[in-house]
């Protein structure tokens, strides 16, 4: 006797998350840092969930946020750099004596000379990118594992940079360099709503262009309405994050100073936001190129179909060995970038800069979805996940709770996410 279920047509898709095209992982990520936020504004009688604590939050999550892009691109492809917060401390010690004391002499270029952060940034950079790719060919040329390799550099170029420095703080820095740091450099609320409405644009363009594509191909497409749905979520959670940040008024105190450095008078009652900070901005365009390269460019496809199967990418003629190379200098360049925003956000190269960022960085591509087994993550995710991370964290001092606690909170919610990831992706397996 045949079993006429068998027979019945299959039911119509009435999931809304799924007409929406939601990622489930995605939206438990989010709805977890949404309690986590709330929990916290409780706790703290409202103060966690204000303009300024947001924006500070924001600031605070920049660097580690850059180098967890980077991340996802070597965890993708099935290594892991313990090394990045003692890279971090390197460029920045080597920027640090670049400005206040390797021009001086070389150049006769003292601080804030026009020249001065331009040299100082470029020269971090280089260094970032050649201590990466060094670690890269030792990786993939001389096969010694990437755990050792990085472990190696967490020891080395952490001493490197106290050497540099003999353990001393570096400042004052440039005046033009600082404003990559935060509440030294922001675009105002003018520029900032500008910069938005750019950003929503762009936003809502590519998911359309998205769906274009998608239909020209003859691929499965959302309905309309959905589109219309997302687009609008998108736009809004972008303004309303610039709305927030502009939100955040300048201390009356600051902006009288501000005034009388340009000679004038700060008229009575005069208000102004701070608005999007330029390292929030570097922030964008980092997790824009990025993305970019994860999706469109032959250097992402191959990152993560090695990362999916090495043995099968280096028979179809990938060159896997340089590939690692690149990898690991792509991490250089973003952690030396990071140095430029950590030095300018503290005013100052500090010994002790970077310390612990290898577990936060490592941590929040985990989080964001990167599969320690490779082949698999989002640059959109690391970020969350960094943002995550420091909102833990964050709140936790706010509370008052003592720093051991917080790290071992921090490390529970590691393994819990990893847990959960590998629950996830057997249950997708099994589908």
């Known amino acids: 006797m045949t079993d006429t279920a068998d027979l019945s047509p299959p039911p119509a898709e009435t999931s809304l998350?799924?007409?929406?095209?939601?990622?489930?992982?995605?939206?438990?990520?989010?709805?977890?840092?949404?309690?986590?936020?709330?929990?916290?504004?409780?706790?703290?009688?409202?103060?966690?969930?204000?303009?300024?604590?947001?924006?500070?939050?924001?600031?605070?999550?920049?660097?580690?946020?850059?180098?967890?892009?980077?991340?996802?691109?070597?965890?993708?492809?099935?290594?892991?750099?313990?090394?990045?917060?003692?890279?971090?401390?390197?460029?920045?010690?080597?920027?640090?004596?670049?400005?206040?004391?390797?021009?001086?002499?070389?150049?006769?270029?003292?601080?804030?000379?026009?020249?001065?952060?331009?040299?100082?940034?470029?020269?971090?950079?280089?260094?970032?990118?050649?201590?990466?790719?060094?670690?890269?060919?030792?990786?993939?040329?001389?096969?010694?594992?990437?755990?050792?390799?990085?472990?190696?550099?967490?020891?080395?170029?952490?001493?490197?940079?106290?050497?540099l420095t003999n353990g001393a703080t570096i400042g004052p820095l440039d005046s033009t360099f600082l404003v990559f740091g935060g509440t030294n450099g922001t675009l105002g609320p003018s520029l900032s709503w500008a910069v938005g409405v750019i950003l929503a644009t762009a936003a809502v363009a590519a998911m359309w262009a998205g769906r274009r594509a998608k239909l020209r191909h003859g691929f499965e497409v959302k309905p309309v309405w959905a589109e219309v749905v997302m687009s609008t979520l998108a736009a809004a959670s972008i303004l309303g994050f610039i709305a927030i940040l502009n939100a955040y008024q300048i201390p009356s105190r600051r902006l009288e100073r501000m005034f009388e450095a340009n000679g004038e008078v700060m008229p009575e009652g005069f208000t102004?936001?701070?608005?999007?900070?330029?390292?929030?901005?570097?922030?964008?365009?980092?997790?824009?190129?990025?993305?970019?390269?994860?999706?469109?460019?032959?250097?992402?496809?191959?990152?993560?179909?090695?990362?999916?199967?090495?043995?099968?990418?280096?028979?179809?003629?990938?060159?896997?060995?340089?590939?690692?190379?690149?990898?690991f200098t792509i991490m250089g360049v973003l952690c030396a970038l990071s140095a430029v925003v950590a030095s300018a956000r503290l005013a100052n190269h500090t010994n002790d800069i970077g310390t612990l960022d290898e577990l936060r960085v490592i941590a929040a591509a985990v989080i964001g979805g990167t599969a320690l087994a490779g082949g698999a993550g989002t640059i959109y995710?690391?970020?969350?996940?960094a943002l995550i991370m420091q909102s833990l964290q964050s709140g936790m001092a706010m509370v008052g709770m003592p720093t051991p606690y917080q790290n071992i909170v921090v490390g529970v919610v590691l393994v819990l996410a990893v847990l959960i990831d590998t629950i996830y992706r057997k249950r997708l397996g099994a589908r």
């Not at 993708?76 to 401390?89: M, Y």
């Open 381 to 385: 995710g690391a970020i969350l996940g």
């Open 272 to 327: 102004q936001g701070y608005g999007l900070p330029i390292s929030v901005f570097i922030l964008i365009a980092v997790a824009i190129i990025m993305t970019v390269i994860a999706r469109k460019t032959r250097l992402g496809r191959y990152i993560f179909a090695t990362g999916g199967n090495p043995d099968a990418a280096e028979l179809s003629g990938i060159n896997t060995r340089l590939l690692t190379v690149k990898i």
């Open 17 to 163: 998350f799924k007409k929406l095209g939601l990622d489930t992982r995605l939206l438990g990520m989010i709805a977890a840092f949404l309690v986590l936020c709330i929990l916290f504004n409780v706790i703290t009688e409202g103060r966690f969930l204000t303009p300024r604590n947001i924006f500070n939050l924001t600031i605070q999550t920049v660097s580690v946020a850059i180098m967890a892009c980077g991340m996802v691109f070597v965890i993708v492809n099935r290594h892991i750099d313990l090394s990045v917060g003692a890279l971090l401390a390197t460029c920045s010690a080597i920027m640090a004596m670049t400005q206040t004391d390797i021009l001086p002499q070389l150049l006769g270029f003292g601080l804030n000379h026009p020249a001065t952060w331009i040299i100082t940034i470029l020269v971090g950079l280089l260094a970032g990118a050649v201590i990466g790719a060094f670690q890269g060919y030792l990786i993939g040329y001389l096969a010694i594992p990437a755990f050792i390799v990085t472990l190696g550099g967490f020891l080395v170029w952490r001493n490197v940079a106290w050497f």
